[in-house]
C-alpha cells in the first residue's frame, strides 16, 4: 500500500468517526485536496473547502458557496452554519500561524470545539507546527512526497495520455528507474519534468539522465547540504581492487528489479561505507567516482554548516539536512572527515554526543536511496558507535598505494596532464623512485610537471626533469612515518584493505628519497 493510499485509509476512518480537528502535513495541496475528494466520494459526504481565490466552494463538484476569501470570514461563515446544522466538513488550505496559543489558534480552537459539538470536523492543510491544546483535539497526518511506487503509477499514467501521439522508448524497467529517481518531489514538479520531455515529440532511454539533472537542479541550493559536480570524464581511481570489486557487486543491487526483491525480503538499501587510512590515498576522490560510476548525484555534508549557537539548534539543523538528503535521494552522500564532525570537545555541553546518536539513528533506519560514503584521516578520533557492525555495510582501510597501483596512478595523471604515456625501462625507475608516496604524493609531482610546461614553453619533458620532480617530493611516509605505522595498526584489527591486499605489507622505506627539497629551475 502506497503512502497515499494510507493517508486516504486514515482520512475515511477520521470521516466517519467525525474526528473534530484533522492538521493534514503537506505541501502539496492539490493531491492533499485529491485525497480528501476521493473521501468524500467514497463515503458520500459533502466536504466543503475555503481557498484564498475562490472562497468556500463543495469540493465534489466545485461550485461556489459563498465567494469570503478572508480565512477569518470563513470562519466566522462555518461558526454560524455549524449552530444549524450537523456533520458539516470544513477544509482549509491556507491558515494563519497556529503553533502557538495566538488569538489565531485560538479561533480555530473555538471552531473545532463547536463542530466536536455538532459532529462536525475541520480539517487543516499545514506544513507547519500545530500549538498543542488543537492537536488534544483531533489528529495529525503527515502527507509524504510520493514514494517509489505512487510515483511510477503517477509517471504510468502521465505517460500513457501521450503513447498515442508521440514515439516512447520506455518500457517497464525505465518507468521503475524513472520513479526511482524522481522520488522525493512533489507530484506536480514529477508531472513538469514528464511534460518537458513530451515536447520534443519522442522520449527515449537517453531521457532518464535527463530526469537526473532536472531533479538534481531543483535541489541545487540546500541548507547544510552543498551540491558537488563532479566530471565523470576526468574522476578516476587508480588500484583499491578490493574496494572497486565490491562497489560493483552493490552497483548491481541498484536495478528496479533487485530493489523489488530487497523490498520483498524486507532488507535496506545498501547504507554505504566508511573509509579510513592514510592521508591523500584516494579516500575523497573515491566518492566522485562513486558519484560517476554510479551516475548518482553527489552531496557533501559539511557537519560546520549545521552547527548552531541556541540550544538544540545543531540537531534540528542535522535532521533536516539528513531528511533532504532522502528528499533528493537516489544520492551519494559524502561527508569528508567525520570524526570532525563528530568527536566533539569537553565544553560542547554534549551537543556531539547527542549529533553522533542522531546521525546513527538515521544510518540505521533511513529507507531511501542514500549511499553514504564517509572518510576518516585520524581514526584515534572515530566514536566506538560508528564502528559497530551494521552501522556501514563495510569499513575499508586505505593504505599507500602497492607498487601496481603506483603504476597506475602515475599512468592516469601522465596522460591526464602531460599527455604522456607510462612505460618502459624509465617508468620502472619512477615505480621504484615513488615507494612510499600517496596518491596525492603522485599527482602533485605530475602536476607541477605540467605547471612548468605551461609557464615555460621551452621546457623539455625528458627523463631527468620528470625524475627530479618525483625527487622533490617528500612523502608523508617519510615526514611521519610514526603516524602511519599507528593508523596501520589501527585498520588490521578493524578494517577490510581496499587494496585486496594486507594492510601495511609494503614497509615504510624511502632511501631514494632526498632528505631536503630542492628548488626546480
Given at each position: 500500500m502506497s503512502e497515499l493510499a494510507k493517508v486516504k485509509e486514515e482520512l475515511k476512518r477520521y470521516s466517519i468517526a467525525r474526528i473534530p480537528f484533522i492538521a493534514l502535513e503537506t505541501i502539496e495541496r492539490t493531491r492533499a485536496l485529491d485525497a480528501l475528494r476521493d473521501v468524500a466520494d467514497e463515503l458520500n459526504l459533502t466536504f466543503y473547502v475555503h481557498s484564498l481565490s475562490k472562497g468556500i466552494c463543495d469540493l465534489k463538484t466545485g461550485s461556489v458557496i459563498t465567494d469570503e476569501r478572508s480565512v477569518y470570514g470563513a470562519i466566522d461563515f462555518f461558526s454560524e452554519q455549524m449552530k444549524h446544522k450537523q456533520y458539516m466538513?470544513?477544509?482549509?488550505?491556507?491558515?494563519?500561524?497556529?503553533?502557538?496559543?495566538?488569538?489565531?489558534?485560538?479561533?480555530?480552537?473555538?471552531?473545532?470545539?463547536?463542530?466536536?459539538?455538532?459532529?462536525?470536523?475541520?480539517?487543516?492543510?499545514?506544513?507547519?507546527?500545530?500549538?498543542?491544546?488543537?492537536?488534544?483535539?483531533?489528529?495529525?497526518?503527515?502527507?509524504?512526497?510520493?514514494?517509489?511506487?505512487?510515483?511510477?503509477?503517477?509517471?504510468?499514467?502521465?505517460?500513457?495520455?501521450?503513447?498515442?501521439?508521440?514515439?516512447?522508448?520506455?518500457?517497464?524497467?525505465?518507468?521503475?528507474?524513472?520513479?526511482?529517481?524522481?522520488?522525493?518531489?512533489?507530484?506536480?514538479?514529477?508531472?513538469?519534468m514528464i511534460a518537458s520531455l513530451s515536447t520534443k515529440k519522442t522520449i527515449t532511454k537517453s531521457d532518464l539522465d535527463e530526469i537526473r539533472q532536472s531533479k538534481d537542479r531543483l535541489f541545487s541550493n540546500i541548507s547544510g547540504l552543498e551540491k558537488i559536480v563532479v566530471d565523470s570524464s576526468s574522476v578516476s581511481v587508480g588500484g583499491l581492487e578490493g574496494l572497486q570489486k565490491w562497489l560493483k557487486e552493490k552497483k548491481s543491487l541498484l536495478t528496479p528489479e533487485k530493489r523489488d526483491e530487497m523490498k520483498r525480503r524486507g532488507l535496506h538499501p545498501p547504507r554505504g561505507i566508511?573509509?579510513?587510512?592514510?592521508?591523500?590515498?584516494?579516500?575523497?576522490?573515491?566518492?566522485?567516482?562513486?558519484?560517476?560510476?554510479?551516475?548518482?548525484?553527489?552531496?557533501?555534508?559539511?557537519?560546520?554548516?549545521?552547527?548552531?549557537?541556541?540550544?538544540?539548534?545543531?540537531?534540528?539543523?542535522?535532521?533536516?539536512?539528513?531528511?533532504?538528503?532522502?528528499?533528493?535521494?537516489?544520492?551519494?552522500?559524502?561527508?569528508?572527515?567525520?570524526?570532525?564532525?563528530?568527536?566533539?570537545?569537553s565544553g560542547d555541553s554534549g551537543v556531539s554526543t547527542r549529533m553522533?546518536?542522531?546521525?546513527?539513528?538515521?544510518?540505521?533506519?533511513?529507507?531511501?536511496?542514500?549511499?553514504?560514503?564517509a572518510t576518516a584521516n585520524d581514526v584515534s578520533m572515530l566514536p566506538s558507535e560508528l564502528l559497530r557492525?551494521?552501522?556501514?555495510?563495510?569499513?575499508?582501510?586505505?593504505?599507500?598505494?602497492t607498487a601496481e597501483e603506483r603504476r597506475t596512478i602515475i599512468a592516469l595523471y601522465m596522460k591526464k596532464y602531460l599527455r604522456l604515456q607510462f612505460a618502459g625501462e624509465f617508468a620502472e625507475r619512477i615505480i621504484q623512485v615513488t615507494e612510499g608516496f600517496t596518491g596525492a604524493d603522485l599527482e602533485s609531482a605530475i602536476r607541477d610537471i605540467a605547471y612548468r610546461k605551461l609557464a615555460n614553453d621551452s621546457f623539455e619533458?625528458?627523463?631527468?626533469?620528470?625524475?627530479?620532480?618525483?625527487?622533490?617530493?617528500?612523502?608523508?611516509?617519510?615526514?611521519?612515518?610514526?603516524?602511519?605505522?599507528?593508523?596501520?595498526?589501527?585498520?588490521?584489527?578493524?578494517?577490510?584493505?581496499?587494496?585486496?591486499?594486507?594492510?601495511?605489507?609494503?614497509?615504510?622505506?624511502?632511501s631514494n628519497i632526498p632528505k631536503t627539497r630542492k628548488v626546480l629551475i
Open positions: 466538513t470544513l477544509v482549509l488550505t491556507e491558515i494563519p500561524d497556529i503553533s502557538t496559543d495566538n488569538p489565531d489558534a485560538k479561533q480555530l480552537y473555538d471552531l473545532a470545539m463547536l463542530a466536536n459539538e455538532s459532529g462536525g470536523m475541520i480539517i487543516v492543510l499545514t506544513n507547519t507546527a500545530v500549538w498543542n491544546q488543537l492537536q488534544r483535539l483531533g489528529m495529525i497526518l503527515r502527507l509524504d512526497y510520493p514514494n517509489e511506487d505512487e510515483m511510477y503509477s503517477i509517471i504510468n499514467d502521465y505517460i500513457n495520455d501521450y503513447r498515442s501521439s508521440i514515439s516512447i522508448e520506455w518500457d517497464n524497467s525505465d518507468l521503475r528507474e524513472a520513479a526511482s529517481a524522481l522520488s522525493g518531489i512533489t507530484q506536480i514538479e514529477a508531472e513538469n566508511l573509509l579510513v587510512g592514510v592521508p591523500g590515498c584516494g579516500k575523497s576522490l573515491s566518492a566522485k567516482a562513486i558519484s560517476a560510476e554510479w551516475k548518482l548525484p553527489l552531496y557533501r555534508l559539511d557537519f560546520a554548516t549545521v552547527q548552531g549557537s541556541y540550544v538544540g539548534q545543531t540537531e534540528q539543523q542535522l535532521k533536516d539536512a539528513l531528511t533532504m538528503a532522502e528528499n533528493v535521494s537516489p544520492c551519494i552522500l559524502w561527508i569528508d572527515e567525520i570524526e570532525k564532525g563528530l568527536a566533539g570537545s553522533v546518536g542522531q546521525f546513527l539513528f538515521w544510518l540505521q533506519e533511513c529507507r531511501k536511496q542514500v549511499f553514504v560514503v557492525r551494521g552501522r556501514f555495510d563495510e569499513l575499508f582501510f586505505v593504505d599507500l598505494p619533458y625528458t627523463e631527468q626533469s620528470i625524475l627530479e620532480a618525483f625527487e622533490n617530493v617528500v612523502p608523508l611516509s617519510k615526514v611521519s612515518p610514526e603516524r602511519i605505522d599507528s593508523i596501520r595498526n589501527w585498520g588490521k584489527e578493524r578494517a577490510v584493505p581496499a587494496s585486496d591486499r594486507p594492510i601495511g605489507e609494503q614497509a615504510l622505506t624511502n
